[in-house]
T-cell receptor, first 111, second 112 residues
Framework: KNQVEQSPQSLIILEGKNCTLQ??????????LRWYKQDTGRGPVSLTI?????NTKSNGRYTATLDADTKQSSLHITASQLSDSASYIC??????????FGAGTILRVKS | DSGVTQTPKHLITATGQRVTLRCSPR?????VYWYQQSLDQGLQFLIQ???????AKGNILERFSAQQFPDLHSELNLSSLELGDSALYFC???????????FGSGTRLTVV
């Protein structure tokens, strides 16, 4: 069964701290893995996209890693800001542009 | 602005009614996807259209239907609305480039 599991379900950190979100997947045939940021009531916005051959991708303070052998990915956020408070969704793309969504990790950054 | 336009942004209607949500994809994108996101839930795939034809179906209720028009905009029709249909409805579009998958800002539907 094609599934994407994210952990933790929610996370609270202090402004300026780093954090890492996890994503495990059982999706095949694998095409790509994406991380999205979704602010409350808004549409998801793409942060990173990685294919099978890529094991790391950065976008500013966001760095995603991919281990295709263990089928795990992580999203590391450096020097968190209040504006990072959002839901972070891991999405695995199957061949044919079919996407499998994780339930998301809700991150709250507090001052 | 993501380039994917959804209207209306908000919609309040009564149970039993019928509504139509509209989506204009990014210029050049042929595929349109519809998703439902209930409160505190993940995104649930409803249906995909590609260049006017239905390409894939997800967990779409029989009371719901969609179509994509020759100008590539799409409409999602929700009928016999129930309280449980209250949710955010997102449209996304993509091009042949598999990286080009972009979401709109959504329509918030409230059924009272």
């Amino acid at each position: 069964k094609n599934q994407v599991e994210q952990s933790p379900q929610s996370l609270i950190i202090l402004e300026g701290k780093n954090c890492t979100l996890q994503c495990n997947y059982t999706v095949s045939p694998f095409s790509n893995l994406r991380w999205y940021k979704q602010d409350t009531g808004r549409g998801p916005v793409s942060l990173t996209i990685m294919t099978f051959s890529e094991n790391t991708k950065s976008n500013g303070r966001y760095t995603a890693t991919l281990d295709a052998d263990t089928k795990q990915s992580s999203l590391h956020i450096t020097a968190s800001q209040l504006s990072d408070s959002a839901s972070y969704i891991c999405v695995v793309g199957r061949r044919g542009n079919k996407l499998v969504f994780g339930a998301g990790t809700i991150l709250r950054v507090k001052s | 602005d993501s380039g994917v336009t959804q209207t209306p942004k908000h919609l309040i209607t009564a149970t039993g009614q019928r509504v139509t949500l509209r989506c204009s994809p990014r210029s050049g994108d042929l595929s349109v996807y519809w998703y439902q996101q209930s409160l505190d839930q993940g995104l649930q795939f409803l249906i995909q259209y590609y260049n006017g034809e239905e390409r894939a179906k997800g967990n779409i209720l029989e009371r719901f239907s969609a179509q994509q028009f020759p100008d590539l905009h799409s409409e999602l029709n929700l009928s016999s609305l129930e309280l449980g249909d209250s949710a955010l409805y997102f449209c996304a579009s993509s091009s042949r480039d598999r990286y080009g998958y972009t979401f709109g800002s959504g329509t918030r539907l409230t059924v009272v």
